[in-house]
């Protein structure tokens, strides 16, 4: 864990995330956003699969006529 003070993203956006790698059980799920691009969704999902066969992965599916969203699997 970081401490705010220990991070100093100063004004470049670059800068503002840190690139920290984590074992592949450790990602369990992916939920990919209702307006994500097909293409893109499909590439991440092929590396998402190959790299981390044990997530899960979900679609968000708007409710009609409500606020809310659903999830599927792709």
Do not use: H
Not at 26 to 37: D, I, P, T
């Amino acid at each position: 864990m970081f401490k705010e003070d220990e991070l100093d993203c100063g004004e470049d956006t670059e800068d503002w995330f840190l690139d920290l790698s984590f074992e592949s059980k450790e990602l369990e799920a992916v939920y990919f956003g209702f307006k994500m691009q097909d293409k893109k969704r499909m590439e991440l999902t092929e590396m998402l699969n190959a790299s981390y066969p044990s997530a899960t992965l979900y679609l968000s599916i708007p409710v009609e006529g409500k606020f809310e969203v659903n999830f599927r699997k792709p």
